[in-house]
């Protein structure tokens, strides 16, 4: 492989420069040149395609963000668009392309890698809901952020005695939600793999939280599980507790990524230049506990993986 290209697609997460300067580096290690492709599968169909060396990438695995920008791409899901991306590889002469994103950009690089186009993806969301692996970079980071809000939200409904309703991220799945009601303590933590029975599952254990002598009360909604304003609203009329609700929103995709996310996100990019250099491709790397891996992505992309049921049972415990 002479010339390798790498991309970051979907929402972005903290750690996807991390994985970018790996590659970059791991490339230029190894003898490859290394192009960028900016705003994920729309540059790759506009031809927005720019060298990178190792002073393009120093100092990025501190920064959030992207520097290769990211971006979700329509056309690319027209049979015109997916081939003018074939093309713009084969005129670039890329012989291989790391994409990093979610299982959407995935099943693009699938589409590519049946052009003939050899692909390896990195996992890189914060909701971690990804079949295949059982971290995906950004996670470790976005829970921290949510818990440190939800830590200084817990402050003021200690003075004012409420609740306090937070609405995490997480897409369809509650991996976020579930480990950040467990890192805060939370009292009700609502995550979309669980049906919601609001009198058993939020005002029930609200009134029992309050018989036992807490004042002030933490509620967990995963963005996929329920409207976090109808739940507040719903507590007030039931226990007429004072309630406040806060949208975490795009702030839990920011910031300084930590060290799992930044370790991780090195591993794997320098797994992925690896396994394009010894001509292994059409591969997703994963994480398989502490050990990095990698899956053909066909196979990858119909793994399935649930909430963790240890977690799941360790907070309903710590809850009731
Ligand atoms: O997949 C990451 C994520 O932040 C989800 O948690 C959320 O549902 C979605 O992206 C938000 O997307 P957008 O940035 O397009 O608002």
């Keep these: ?15 996807m420069n991390a994985a970018i300067r790996a590659v970059v580096l791991t490339s230029i290690h190894l003898g490859i040149d290394c192009v960028g ?11 927005d395609i720019v ?5 393009d990438v120093n100092g990025i695995e501190r920064c959030g963000g992207t520097i290769l920008y990211t971006a979700r791409s329509a056309e690319f899901q027209t ?9 713009n590889c084969k005129f670039m002469d890329i012989e291989g392309l790391v994409v990093i994103g979610g299982d959407g950009s995935y099943r693009g690089a699938l589409e590519l890698s049946r052009h003939g186009v050899p692909v390896v993806g990195l996992p ?22 949510a818990i440190d809000a939800v830590d200084k939200l817990d402050d003021t409904m200690q003075a004012h005695e409420r609740c306090s309703v937070v609405e995490v991220m997480g897409h369809r799945a509650g991996h976020l939600a579930l480990n950040v009601g467990i890192a805060t303590g939370a009292t009700v933590t609502l995550i979309p793999e669980m049906g919601v029975d609001f009198e058993a599952d939020v005002s029930g254990r609200i009134r029992s939280a309050r018989l036992k002598g807490q004042t002030h009360f933490t509620v967990i909604v995963a963005e996929g599980a329920a409207s976090a304003h109808e739940v507040a609203e719903k507590i007030k009329a039931a226990t007429g507790i004072d309630t406040r609700v806060t949208t975490l929103g795009h702030i839990q995709r920011g910031g300084s990524p930590l060290i799992r996310d930044r370790v991780t996100a090195a591993r794997m990019g320098y797994k992925a230049v690896r396994l394009l250099a010894d001509g292994v491709f059409n591969r997703i790397i994963c994480m398989n506990g502490e050990k990095c891996v990698d899956y053909d992505i066909e196979e990858a992309l119909n793994m399935t993986k649930g909430l963790d ?12």
């Design 1 to 15: 492989v002479k010339r390798i290209g790498v991309l970051t697609s979907g929402g972005d997460a903290p750690g």
């Design 37 to 47: 492709i900016r705003r994920g599968y729309t540059g790759l169909i506009s031809g």
């Design 51 to 55: 060298p990178m060396t190792a002073e």
């Design 79 to 87: 049979e015109k668009g997916l081939q003018r991306a074939v093309d």
């Design 124 to 145: 890189g969301t914060i909701d971690n809901d990804i079949g295949c692996t059982s971290y995906t970079i950004g996670f470790d980071t976005a829970c921290n952020t």
């Design 309 to 320: 049921e240890d977690a799941c049972l360790m907070q309903d415990a710590l809850m009731s």
